[in-house]
């Protein structure tokens, strides 16, 4: 009797062990507002943000259409307009980052027409609209980079120069390769331009890191956990740094996760039929670009499809060349047959490369650990678990063995 | 215009779409017009603060005021922020006015069991009259000093704009002066620019065209310290001045972020600037050295794997 309680009592103890980690457990990075107020607060905070970003980016669309109207198509380079700074005409970096770029570009189309629309970023206090005005007629084409900037007590313009470069990279594509055919213009305009946001193709990068093949989108609701939801005595014997260096960048989710590791539907899914969501009419005029941060979906998870880096299209254009690029380009077929048929390979075997590469040349790939574990990964509190329960089993065996020995 | 009629009917189809946009334009900007009141009236109602908290210590031109349950908690940050703010700031506050900082508090769930409850914190710098700085945050009761320190720090480096504009985010005051300075030092010597890299090499002035106090044609935004670098450039030329530090920083407000740090630190900017990389570059380490922790975790690893690959009949 007595021998059967200890073994009801060791299965009650092992059941413990595996049931442990299972348990639901509070998050304590997500700080719960309990009171009213503050809670009313931050829906106030996010609603404000919501509206003035509407608001900058339907005015600045419509100062960027004026500016559309006195521009030249296919000019040597595209004018510079200013909008909030009284009597400021030119501003020297806004020209050394065009003159810059225009450069490499060489000749442009005729029928395209670029400009730049410089506002003050006083006008509305907010974070406010960032990007380009494109619009079509015919087979004209009209491209307006829309940038911040802040204006100095003497009188001097500060240009955020990774702003404006950011805003002209889908205009320079235009300006390079004209219109896109049916495919890449469907697909450019249901990602909001996300993934033609990168001017690398024609200024190469000068640090050797890159920025991951995917966009970083974190996990939204209760799920979430944070950094610091270790107990203190598990940072103190490493396991927090062991449990850091094991896991996978999960913030590309799981279909980003197994493109890198050579899934190549997983890659075509990720470029074709991420889970941009992208605005209402209403809310953001349906003909200006998109940055990754306003088209997060609201709800995101782990097996929410990540969209390609802004970095994508250049990537194509510098692996390429120019010359297939604008096969590809130009195409009226679908993405992925104007692929295959400029670049000689499907669209899920390059991006598989691709990702691979641009995921090794990131800074937790070089410094932190490059493989990528799918499956099951350990929590941190299995390890100590494990070998805690092992080391009863241990000695309880040692103990049984000394009895029956005795 | 050699081509008028097409320019006039390229305007007109550009223009018609444009009466539609102005108008969800002008409404967007209504929203957020009465958004930016709404929430102004709730932050002003919620910074009157709670009824429940009364005055329960002084220091000189500061009051501190909480609820019951926060009463040590309070009077504690009070002694901390005393002593961080006399360290960088002397008697200075942000506005003549004074300011006011409030707190609500609220339960974590690893907060130690006598700080855990609601309640709020109230912090005023004297006078605070009508034209007093004034903010409020939620926070976690065993976070009320940290709370009390970072959000002065904002408004004192807010009351300044040039700096403000400068710093760009608020900097980490409550944060332990030798983490920041191992911080600083880590960003220092593993930053990559191009002039990021002359700096550490030794080139003063492009420490400060990396600091953003100078600016010359043809710098990436990659080359520039972040806004962290900059909060360290910040308390080591208050640190160097001693005591009026801050005072003559502000004073000199209109002349420019490199005449503030100097008048702050009383020598020149560059100077300034070479004693800042110096100081960062010893605190290098000087060898790759095993300490007690890691050789502890080390044997502990070892011992329980040993244990484990010998098998218990080895012991029976």
Same mark, same amino acid.
């Given at each position: 009797?007595?021998?059967?309680?200890?073994?009801?009592?060791?299965?009650?103890?092992?059941?413990?062990?595996?049931?442990?980690?299972?348990?639901?457990?509070?998050?304590?990075?997500?700080?719960?507002?309990?009171?009213?107020?503050?809670?009313?607060?931050?829906?106030?905070?996010?609603?404000?943000?919501?509206?003035?970003?509407?608001?900058?980016?339907?005015?600045?669309?419509?100062?960027?259409?004026?500016?559309?109207?006195?521009?030249?198509?296919?000019?040597?380079?595209?004018?510079?307009?200013?909008?909030?700074?009284?009597?400021?005409?030119?501003?020297?970096?806004?020209?050394?980052?065009?003159?810059?770029?225009?450069?490499?570009?060489?000749?442009?189309?005729?029928?395209?027409?670029?400009?730049?629309?410089?506002?003050?970023?006083?006008?509305?206090?907010?974070?406010?609209?960032?990007?380009?005005?494109?619009?079509?007629?015919?087979?004209?084409?009209?491209?307006?980079?829309?940038?911040?900037?802040?204006?100095?007590?003497?009188?001097?313009?500060?240009?955020?120069?990774?702003?404006?470069?950011?805003?002209?990279?889908?205009?320079?594509?235009?300006?390079?390769?004209?219109?896109?055919?049916?495919?890449?213009?469907?697909?450019?305009?249901?990602?909001?331009?996300?993934?033609?946001?990168?001017?690398?193709?024609?200024?190469?990068?000068?640090?050797?890191?890159?920025?991951?093949?995917?966009?970083?989108?974190?996990?939204?609701?209760?799920?979430?956990?944070?950094?610091?939801?270790?107990?203190?005595?598990?940072?103190?014997?490493?396991?927090?740094?062991?449990?850091?260096?094991?896991?996978?960048?999960?913030?590309?989710?799981?279909?980003?996760?197994?493109?890198?590791?050579?899934?190549?539907?997983?890659?075509?899914?990720?470029?074709?039929?991420?889970?941009?969501?992208?605005?209402?009419?209403?809310?953001?005029?349906?003909?200006?670009?998109?940055?990754?941060?306003?088209?997060?979906?609201?709800?995101?998870?782990?097996?929410?499809?990540?969209?390609?880096?802004?970095?994508?299209?250049?990537?194509?254009?510098?692996?390429?060349?120019?010359?297939?690029?604008?096969?590809?380009?130009?195409?009226?077929?679908?993405?992925?047959?104007?692929?295959?048929?400029?670049?000689?390979?499907?669209?899920?075997?390059?991006?598989?490369?691709?990702?691979?590469?641009?995921?090794?040349?990131?800074?937790?790939?070089?410094?932190?650990?490059?493989?990528?574990?799918?499956?099951?990964?350990?929590?941190?509190?299995?390890?100590?678990?494990?070998?805690?329960?092992?080391?009863?089993?241990?000695?309880?065996?040692?103990?049984?063995?000394?009895?029956?020995?005795? | 215009?050699?081509?008028?009629?097409?320019?006039?009917?390229?305007?007109?189809?550009?223009?018609?779409?444009?009466?539609?946009?102005?108008?969800?334009?002008?409404?967007?900007?209504?929203?957020?017009?009465?958004?930016?009141?709404?929430?102004?009236?709730?932050?002003?109602?919620?910074?009157?603060?709670?009824?429940?908290?009364?005055?329960?210590?002084?220091?000189?031109?500061?009051?501190?005021?909480?609820?019951?349950?926060?009463?040590?908690?309070?009077?504690?940050?009070?002694?901390?922020?005393?002593?961080?703010?006399?360290?960088?700031?002397?008697?200075?506050?942000?506005?003549?006015?004074?300011?006011?900082?409030?707190?609500?508090?609220?339960?974590?769930?690893?907060?130690?069991?006598?700080?855990?409850?609601?309640? %709020?914190?109230? #912090?005023?710098?004297?006078? +605070?009259?009508? &034209?007093?700085?004034?903010?409020? =945050?939620?926070? *976690? /009761?065993?976070?009320?000093?940290?709370?009390?320190?970072?959000?002065?720090?904002?408004?004192?480096?807010?009351?300044?704009?040039?700096?403000?504009?400068?710093?760009?985010?608020?900097?980490?005051?409550?944060?332990?002066?030798?983490?920041?300075?191992?911080?600083?030092?880590?960003?220092?010597?593993?930053?990559?620019?191009?002039?990021?890299?002359?700096?550490?090499?030794?080139?003063?002035?492009?420490?400060?065209?990396?600091?953003?106090?100078?600016?010359?044609?043809?710098?990436?935004?990659?080359?520039?310290?972040?806004?962290?670098?900059? %909060?360290?450039? #910040?308390?080591?030329?208050? +640190?160097?001045? &001693?005591?009026?530090?801050?005072? =003559?920083?502000? *004073? /000199?407000?209109?002349?420019?972020?490199?005449?503030?740090?100097?008048?702050?630190?009383?020598?020149?900017?560059?100077?300034?600037?070479?004693?800042?990389?110096?100081?960062?570059?010893?605190?290098?380490?000087?060898?790759?050295?095993?300490?007690?922790?890691?050789?502890?975790?080390?044997?502990?690893?070892?011992?329980?794997?040993?244990?484990?690959?010998?098998?218990?009949?080895?012991?029976?």
């Amino acid at each position: 009797m007595g021998l059967t309680l200890k073994r009801i009592g060791f299965g009650a103890l092992a059941l413990a062990a595996v049931a442990l980690p299972l348990r639901k457990e509070h998050s304590p990075g997500t700080m719960q507002s309990t009171t009213t107020p503050a809670l009313r607060l931050d829906s106030l905070y996010w609603q404000r943000r919501a509206a003035h970003l509407s608001w900058s980016a339907f005015d600045l669309r419509d100062s960027a259409m004026r500016t559309v109207a006195t521009a030249h198509a296919g000019g040597a380079r595209p004018a510079v307009a200013f909008r909030g700074f009284a009597s400021v005409t030119s501003n020297a970096e806004a020209d050394s980052i065009i003159t810059t770029l225009w450069s490499q570009i060489g000749h442009t189309n005729p029928n395209v027409t670029v400009s730049a629309l410089i506002y003050n970023t006083r006008t509305y206090a907010q974070p406010s609209y960032i990007g380009a005005l494109i619009t079509r007629h015919d087979d004209r084409t009209e491209c307006v980079a829309i940038s911040p900037a802040g204006f100095e007590r003497n009188g001097q313009v500060t240009l955020w120069r990774q702003d404006l470069a950011e805003a002209l990279a889908p205009c320079t594509l235009l300006a390079m390769f004209g219109a896109p055919g049916t495919g890449v213009a469907g697909w450019l305009s249901a990602t909001g331009y996300a993934a033609a946001q990168s001017n690398l193709w024609l200024v190469p990068r000068k640090v050797q890191l890159t920025r991951g093949p995917w966009i970083e989108w974190d996990e939204t609701g209760a799920g979430r956990r944070w950094p610091d939801d270790i107990f203190g005595w598990m940072q103190s014997i490493g396991l927090f740094e062991l449990a850091v260096t094991m896991r996978p960048p999960y913030v590309y989710g799981a279909s980003g996760l197994r493109c890198i590791n050579g899934d190549q539907a997983a890659c075509v899914a990720g470029v074709l039929h991420s889970a941009i969501a992208l605005p209402a009419a209403d809310s953001m005029p349906p003909d200006v670009t998109l940055s990754a941060w306003l088209t997060h979906p609201k709800v995101t998870t782990v097996a929410t499809i990540r969209p390609p880096s802004p970095e994508f299209v250049a990537a194509l254009i510098t692996e390429f060349g120019r010359e297939r690029f604008q096969k590809f380009w130009a195409a009226d077929r679908s993405f992925e047959a104007a692929f295959q048929d400029a670049f000689g390979e499907s669209l899920g075997t390059w991006t598989a490369g691709w990702a691979a590469r641009e995921w090794r040349g990131t800074y937790e790939a070089q410094h932190l650990n490059a493989d990528i574990l799918l499956g099951v990964t350990l929590k941190p509190s299995w390890l100590p678990l494990t070998i805690g329960w092992t080391l009863v089993a241990l000695l309880v065996a040692g103990w049984v063995a000394r009895r029956r020995t005795a | 215009m050699r081509n008028r009629p097409l320019f006039a009917i390229a305007l007109g189809m550009l223009l018609l779409p444009v009466p539609g946009a102005a108008q969800q334009a002008a409404a967007w900007r209504d929203s957020a017009q009465r958004l930016d009141v709404a929430v102004r009236a709730l932050r002003d109602s919620m910074l009157q603060g709670d009824s429940t908290a009364a005055e329960v210590a002084r220091r000189g031109d500061l009051a501190i005021a909480a609820s019951p349950k926060q009463k040590t908690n309070a009077i504690d940050a009070l002694d901390r922020f005393v002593r961080v703010r006399d360290r960088w700031y002397g008697s200075e506050m942000p506005s003549a006015s004074g300011f006011r900082i409030v707190l609500r508090t609220e339960s974590g769930p690893r907060s130690n069991g006598s700080l855990d409850s609601a309640g %709020a914190v109230i #912090l005023a710098g004297l006078p +605070d009259t009508e &034209g007093a700085m004034r903010t409020q =945050r939620i926070v *976690s /009761a065993s976070t009320v000093a940290s709370a009390l320190i970072d959000r002065f720090g904002e408004m004192m480096i807010a009351s300044v704009p040039t700096l403000s504009a400068w710093m760009e985010t608020p900097p980490p005051l409550s944060m332990d002066e030798s983490e920041r300075r191992d911080q600083a030092m880590y960003a220092f010597v593993t930053a990559m620019g191009p002039i990021e890299r002359r700096c550490v090499a030794g080139d003063v002035t492009a420490c400060s065209v990396a600091m953003r106090i100078r600016q010359v044609e043809g710098a990436e935004d990659g080359d520039r310290y972040s806004p962290f670098m900059r %909060a360290d450039l #910040l308390y080591f030329a208050l +640190d160097l001045g &001693g005591p009026g530090a801050w005072a =003559r920083l502000r *004073s /000199a407000a209109d002349s420019g972020v490199g005449a503030m740090l100097s008048a702050a630190a009383r020598m020149p900017t560059d100077s300034v600037l070479a004693r800042w990389r110096s100081g960062l570059l010893a605190l290098r380490p000087a060898t790759a050295v095993i300490t007690a922790r890691s050789a502890l975790i080390a044997i502990t690893w070892s011992a329980i794997l040993l244990i484990g690959a010998l098998g218990a009949s080895k012991w029976a």
